[in-house]
């Protein structure tokens, strides 16, 4: 569009170059001053005019990698086989035979080819970070591969980044982005954003890390507000499946599913709390603030001070080596996760995704930080990587939080009170235990102990692994009346029936046997 004051270029639909109506609040929109005073008429031959042969632009809704063209696009530049493409002046990119755009306009990344990539930055980066840090940077420069990653494993874990406040989470996930051509950015909250602006932002970008800060406040409301976004809801993802679908405006059936391109990291103060489903496809890493002292905080100040300009060669660099990087992952993946099982982390899909970060890390020394990075502090990460496999598995092996919270209450009130006093429906020695839930939750109450919502310990308690779960709703003939104080101590009740549920009784085999 044209104006003796101006000019801009911009696209215009079908629908908007189909009727005058829709045409004349495009132009003003796109150029002030600029209006269509034509007829429906008019346009048309105008239109006719101006769309004879025309070239056809294929185009993407999203910002990053197109696994159907094979080609990274962004705002102002698009990397096609390792070849960084400038856009034209048409707006668009030639890579080959075929011409791409993208017609997100956000996140903006920004890419640097006029600068050579040099890791000057390592060894304070090293210093300051340590090992936890070439674990992350390795997790991260994954991402850009994701999509290609997913083709050959059918996966991508997230990583949960965990330390309390101060402990430098925020200053290395900016310096991050600045690697990856974005300033100023953290990540995003999904407990203040909208569901639709939760799933706008997985799905606007390709091949790039989606970060979700301070998600743990739901964690901790005790269950009595409905959280609006569940860790549960992520697990498509990590296979890179659609994780949201909605209904298009039309006649027919149709839907929008598009499938999750990118890779999730949660940073928060504490540990997510997500079912055994969510935790092993997690990578978890925590960080303290011990051994901050001014020497690291003048160190951190003076990576912060890394220009973007100069920063974003980073991802540059990474991008226009894809195909080494992704032969070396290649190469080493299935032998790295052969040795995890050899170790004795057997969980397979627990030591697919630490194995996965170390071939990443055998990556970064040869392709990106060869020359600069030492050969203990590859093998410090991956002792590392070890440790935390070996921690995830153990904590699988465990109680969910609240059921830990809900037995812990449930054993301290069943020893707390009188000998005739009994939560447990059976008899104190037989291999499994019957309790009612309503019944412990009125004692709790009465002993102001706090108890997760009774709606969803419903649900957790079934994969209890103390008190293994049995039945649920059984009837069990009772003399206890463990909510009321006063019938329990009346000997001459008459039974009743209870509906409980049924677990097994851990401690059976302590139990001291009765003589014959």
Same mark, same amino acid.
């Given at each position: 569009?044209?104006?003796?004051?101006?000019?801009?270029?911009?696209?215009?639909?079908?629908?908007?170059?189909?009727?005058?109506?829709?045409?004349?609040?495009?132009?003003?929109?796109?150029?002030?001053?600029?209006?269509?005073?034509?007829?429906?008429?008019?346009?048309?031959?105008?239109?006719?005019?101006?769309?004879?042969?025309?070239?056809?632009?294929?185009?993407?809704?999203?910002?990053?990698?197109?696994?159907?063209?094979?080609?990274?696009?962004?705002?102002?530049?698009?990397?096609?086989?390792?070849?960084?493409?400038?856009?034209?002046?048409?707006?668009?990119? *030639?890579?080959?035979?075929? =011409? &791409? @755009?993208?017609?997100? #306009?956000?996140?903006? +990344?920004?890419?640097?080819?006029? !600068?050579?990539?040099?890791?000057?930055?390592?060894?304070?980066?090293?210093?300051?970070?340590?090992?936890?840090?070439?674990?992350?940077?390795?997790?991260?420069?994954?991402?850009?591969?994701?999509?290609?990653?997913?083709?050959?494993?059918?996966?991508?874990?997230?990583?949960?980044?965990?330390?309390?406040?101060?402990?430098?989470?925020?200053?290395?996930?900016?310096?991050?982005?600045?690697?990856?051509?974005?300033?100023?950015?953290?990540?995003?909250?999904?407990?203040?954003?909208?569901?639709?602006?939760?799933?706008?932002?997985?799905?606007?970008?390709?091949?790039?890390?989606?970060?979700?800060?301070?998600?743990?406040?739901?964690?901790?409301?005790?269950?009595?507000?409905?959280? *609006?976004?569940?860790?549960? =809801? &992520? @697990?498509?993802?990590? #296979?890179?499946?659609? +994780?949201?679908?909605?209904?298009? !405006?039309?006649?027919?059936?149709?839907?929008?599913?598009?499938?999750?391109?990118?890779?999730?990291?949660?940073?928060?103060?504490?540990?997510?709390?997500?079912?055994?489903?969510?935790?092993?496809?997690?990578?978890?890493?925590?960080?303290?603030?011990?051994?901050?002292?001014?020497?690291?905080?003048?160190?951190?100040?003076?990576?912060?001070?890394?220009?973007?300009?100069?920063?974003?060669?980073?991802?540059?660099?990474?991008?226009?080596?894809?195909?080494?990087?992704?032969?070396?992952?290649?190469?080493?993946?299935?032998?790295?996760?052969?040795?995890?099982?050899?170790?004795?982390?057997?969980?397979?899909?627990?030591?697919?995704?630490?194995?996965?970060?170390?071939?990443?890390?055998?990556?970064?020394?040869?392709?990106?930080?060869?020359?600069?990075?030492?050969?203990?502090?590859?093998?410090?990460?991956?002792?590392?990587?070890?440790?935390?496999?070996?921690?995830?598995?153990?904590?699988?092996?465990?109680?969910?939080?609240?059921?830990?919270?809900?037995?812990?209450?449930?054993?301290?009130?069943?020893?707390?009170?009188?000998?005739?006093?009994?939560?447990?429906?059976?008899?104190?020695?037989?291999?499994?235990?019957?309790?009612?839930?309503?019944?412990?939750?009125?004692?709790?109450?009465?002993?102001?102990?706090?108890?997760?919502?009774?709606?969803?310990?419903?649900?957790?308690?079934?994969?209890?692994?103390?008190?293994?779960?049995?039945?649920?709703?059984?009837?069990?003939?009772?003399?206890?009346?463990?909510?009321?104080?006063?019938?329990?101590?009346?000997?001459?009740?008459?039974?009743?029936?209870?509906?409980?549920?049924?677990?097994?009784?851990?401690?059976?085999?302590?139990?001291?046997?009765?003589?014959?």
């Amino acid at each position: 569009l044209q104006s003796p004051w101006g000019e801009t270029k911009t696209t215009f639909t079908a629908e908007h170059m189909a009727s005058r109506s829709k045409f004349k609040p495009r132009v003003m929109s796109v150029l002030s001053g600029a209006m269509w005073t034509g007829s429906d008429q008019q346009l048309e031959t105008f239109i006719k005019r101006k769309t004879e042969k025309l070239r056809e632009v294929k185009t993407i809704d999203f910002i990053g990698y197109s696994k159907d063209y094979q080609a990274y696009i962004f705002d102002q530049y698009a990397v096609h086989n390792g070849q960084v493409i400038h856009k034209n002046e048409h707006d668009f990119f *030639k890579t080959g035979k075929k =011409e &791409l @755009k993208s017609l997100a #306009n956000s996140p903006v +990344i920004t890419l640097n080819p006029k !600068k050579e990539f040099s890791p000057s930055w390592w060894k304070d980066f090293y210093t300051l970070n340590g090992a936890n840090g070439l674990i992350i940077l390795a997790w991260w420069t994954g991402t850009y591969f994701a999509e290609q990653i997913r083709a050959l494993n059918s996966s991508y874990p997230f990583f949960e980044f965990v330390g309390q406040a101060g402990a430098g989470k925020s200053t290395l996930l900016e310096l991050l982005w600045k690697f990856s051509g974005r300033e100023a950015y953290e990540g995003f909250d999904p407990n203040k954003s909208t569901s639709v602006a939760i799933y706008r932002n997985f799905a606007q970008a390709s091949n790039m890390p989606i970060v979700l800060i301070e998600g743990d406040r739901n964690d901790q409301n005790g269950g009595t507000q409905k959280a *609006k976004f569940s860790w549960d =809801e &992520l @697990k498509d993802a990590f #296979n890179g499946r659609a +994780i949201r679908s909605k209904g298009l !405006k039309t006649a027919g059936n149709e839907t929008y599913e598009p499938p999750f391109r990118g890779a999730i990291m949660i940073s928060q103060n504490t540990p997510i709390q997500a079912s055994e489903a969510i935790l092993s496809r997690t990578l978890h890493l925590t960080v303290t603030t011990k051994g901050h002292n001014l020497d690291k905080k003048r160190i951190a100040d003076r990576l912060s001070r890394i220009e973007l300009a100069e920063a974003c060669t980073y991802m540059t660099h990474c991008l226009k080596n894809e195909a080494k990087i992704l032969q070396t992952y290649s190469d080493n993946i299935q032998g790295l996760e052969e040795e995890f099982h050899q170790k004795g982390i057997t969980h397979t899909r627990i030591a697919l995704c630490h194995a996965q970060v170390s071939a990443m890390i055998d990556a970064l020394s040869e392709h990106v930080l060869k020359g600069v990075i030492d050969l203990d502090e590859i093998c410090d990460a991956k002792r590392i990587l070890e440790t935390m496999a070996r921690e995830r598995i153990e904590q699988l092996g465990s109680d969910h939080p609240q059921v830990q919270q809900f037995w812990d209450a449930f054993e301290y009130m069943n020893v707390s009170r009188n000998a005739s006093f009994s939560l447990n429906h059976h008899d104190q020695d037989a291999q499994s235990i019957a309790i009612n839930l309503n019944e412990v939750y009125k004692v709790a109450a009465r002993n102001y102990q706090s108890l997760p919502d009774i709606n969803e310990m419903r649900t957790l308690l079934r994969s209890s692994r103390r008190y293994k779960f049995i039945d649920m709703n059984k009837p069990v003939k009772s003399k206890n009346f463990p909510a009321d104080d006063v019938k329990n101590a009346t000997s001459d009740i008459r039974e009743r029936v209870v509906k409980c549920w049924l677990f097994t009784n851990p401690y059976f085999n302590q139990q001291p046997k009765k003589p014959k």
